[in-house]
């Protein structure tokens, strides 16, 4: 199945990840997260790992490449992301992207994506993520 990227009636915008992230898949998926993102003032970006597969070198340094792009300081609107489910390795990969960038405060993890959702849809912006 096709990885998934969508801006739900809720106002965020969705990334749900199936199966091996190649390099490629990673490349495309980084264009339509966003576009998504500058469809609209959208200020909170979803990424399901729950359902991913392997993930390349160059996939997790297309998705590294992107979070500092969606989250560099000034960059408007100001992106939160949540991540949900996903192995250590790829959080600790994007924790580590996080606090590289200077913006662990707008990037966080949970376990499920009702967690994700719940988070993102009532994060006060001056409480940094746990």
Not at 34 to 61: E, Y
Not at 78 to 92: D, E, K, M, N, S
Request: aromatic share 8%; proline share 6%.
């Amino acid at each position: 199945m096709d990885n998934e990227t969508f801006v739900g009636d809720d106002g965020i915008v969705y990334h749900i990840a199936h199966g091996d992230q190649t390099d490629e898949v990673a490349r495309q998926n980084a264009l339509a997260m966003t576009a998504a993102v500058r469809s609209g003032p959208f200020g909170m970006l979803l990424v399901d790992l729950s359902d991913a597969g392997d993930v390349s070198r160059g996939a997790r340094n297309s998705y590294k490449d992107f979070q500092i792009q969606m989250t560099a300081p000034g960059t408007e609107p100001p992106l939160h992301i949540c991540f949900a489910g996903g192995g250590v390795f790829i959080r600790t990969v994007a924790k580590f992207v996080s606090v590289a960038a200077g913006r662990k405060d707008v990037v966080t993890f949970r376990p499920t994506r009702e967690d994700a959702k719940d988070w993102l849809l009532s994060h006060d912006p001056s409480v940094p993520p746990r």
